[in-house]
Every structure is written in structure tokens, then in C-alpha cells.
């Protein structure tokens, strides 16, 4: 990446985690533009990421960069799009747009066409390069296009391709919006630690070090979720007991409906996202 050149349209918590995580991999600074209109979140980026070209103008970025990373609301993709697609034709550099519910092919158009475009969606542990991204590449990318743009990811975390670009919006409702789900059941553990009489600080660390202890033997342990919660769940014992409750409210189902519901909302912000 010696001078391959990255810019970002906007510069909110997604592109400050990545300009950080490539700054952290040994990318030079030199080689990394923001483009963000806040003055006072300029101010804050300028300070935080020495080195970096930090502009209010959109266009400066995008005169320079090799890889273009829109990282801007989905509701001003559109129009920030639009403002963009002379610089961007005139340069041709790789797209790669990080919101969610834009679709590649509006993206193109509002460009101006015939572009590389390579849709990722990231979610929130991306913020302490632990993330993990759905990646879509469009026909027009090449192979070479879509390893760089694994790479630029990689910097917040783990990236996995999809052949299909509707396979997104299960990405979407899997791992984008998946911490949430585990928050909730963060949080109802902790509750419960503190109902059954734990004070706050010790039901906090509990629930915290098995959620990530828990999180990091199922990466390693090679079996499937089925059998780790076997190795829990003693019949007659306290696991098998909390599980039979489960099972009585059908807790599975309602989990499935709730992931479902997710992937519903995400494929009908991607189909108005170019009206």
C-alpha cells in the first residue's frame, strides 16, 4: 500500500476506527484523507489523527484518493453522491461504501456509472478493531480491487465476502445488528444478578468475564453450540432447568422472528434507497 491512497466522506466513529486501525497496521498518514463538515469534529480528527488531511471539502478528498470509502448517513448518500461523481469519474478510484440499506447499483448511478463498487457492512466492535464485515463486491470490481478493499477492512477486524449482494442484508441483521442482541442479554443477566441480591459491581464482572470467556471458547473449541451447551447442561442441573424454561416459551422461535424482522427492515431500506 506504499501510496495507495484512501480517502473518507465523512468522519464520524466508523471512519475514525478505520483511518485509526490503518494508522495502527502501518499505514502511512501521508496517504489518508477525511472529509468531514463539522468544524468542531475536524478539530477533534485533526487532533487525534496526526498527519492525516483533514478537509470540509468532499471534493478534495476525492480528487486524490485511489479508494474512495463513503461513510456518510444513508439518507445523505444520494446527495453527497451526487456532488461527488465528477471528481470521481475523472479519478475512477474504488468505492467502498460502509452505510447500511444503500444498494451497489445506486451508489454507481448516482456516481456517474461504470465504477468498482464494494459494499461492506461493519458493526460496532469495529470502534476497538474487533469488528466483523460482510463484504460485496460488484461485477465491475476486479479481483485485485476486492483484496484491497479486504484489506482496508481488516484494520477494524474480520471480513467475510458474500457472492450475492442480498446475502448484506442477512449480514445486516446477523453481525450488524447482533451486538444489540448480545447486550440485551448482557443486561438481563446483569439485572438478574442484582435481583437475586449481587450488588452492582459484582454482577457487572460476572456477566462480563463469562460473556467474553464464553465468546472465546466457542471461537476455539471446534464443536458445535449444540454440544458446548451439552458440556454445561447436567441433566437434573441448574443449566437443564433454565433451558426448560426456554423451551417452554419457545425462546429459539422468538429470537428467529426477531432476526428475521431485521432482515425484513434491512432489504426494504436497500430497496428505497434509490427513490
Known amino acids: 500500500m506504499s501510496d495507495y491512497k484512501v480517502g473518507f466522506i465523512g468522519g464520524g466513529n466508523m471512519a475514525r476506527a478505520l483511518v485509526g486501525g490503518l494508522l495502527s497496521s502501518g499505514y502511512r498518514s501521508e496517504n489518508l484523507m477525511l472529509a468531514e463538515p463539522s468544524a468542531e469534529r475536524r478539530s477533534v480528527l485533526s487532533t487525534d489523527l496526526p498527519g492525516v488531511l483533514v478537509s470540509e471539502d468532499n471534493n478534495t478528498v476525492a480528487d486524490r484518493a485511489d479508494c474512495l470509502v463513503l461513510a456518510v448517513k444513508p439518507q445523505l448518500m444520494r446527495e453527497v453522491c451526487l456532488d461527488l461523481a465528477a471528481s470521481v469519474q475523472a479519478g475512477r478510484p474504488l468505492v467502498i461504501s460502509v452505510a447500511a440499506g444503500t ?50 477492512m481488516s484494520a477494524v477486524g474480520s471480513v467475510v465476502h458474500v457472492a450475492d449482494e442480498g446475502h448484506i442484508d442477512a449480514v445486516t441483521a446477523i453481525s450488524g445488528t447482533g451486538p444489540a442482541y448480545f447486550y440485551l442479554l448482557i443486561d438481563m443477566l446483569i ?24 465468546a472465546s471458547l466457542a471461537a476455539v473449541s471446534g464443536e458445535s453450540m449444540e454440544a458446548m451447551i451439552a458440556h454445561v447442561r447436567s441433566p437434573g442441573g441448574t443449566t437443564a432447568a433454565a433451558f426448560e424454561v426456554f423451551d417452554d416459551k419457545n425462546v429459539r422461535d422468538i429470537f428467529a422472528a426477531a432476526f428475521a424482522a431485521a432482515r425484513q427492515r434491512a432489504v426494504k431500506l436497500a430497496e428505497n434507497s434509490g427513490q
Request: zero cysteines; glycine letters at 10%; hydrophobic letters at 40%.
Open 103 to 152: 444498494h451497489s447499483r445506486d451508489i454507481d448511478a448516482w456516481l456517474g456509472g461504470g465504477l468498482a463498487v464494494v459494499r461492506v457492512m461493519p458493526n460496532q466492535p469495529a470502534l476497538l478493531l474487533k469488528g466483523a464485515s460482510g463484504l460485496f463486491a460488484n461485477d465491475v470490481t476486479t479481483t485485485g480491487e476486492r483484496d484491497r478493499a479486504t484489506e482496508i
Open 191 to 214: 439485572q438478574s444478578a442484582e435481583n437475586f441480591g449481587l450488588d452492582s459491581q459484582a454482577a457487572h464482572k460476572l456477566v462480563m468475564d463469562t460473556a467474553q470467556g464464553s
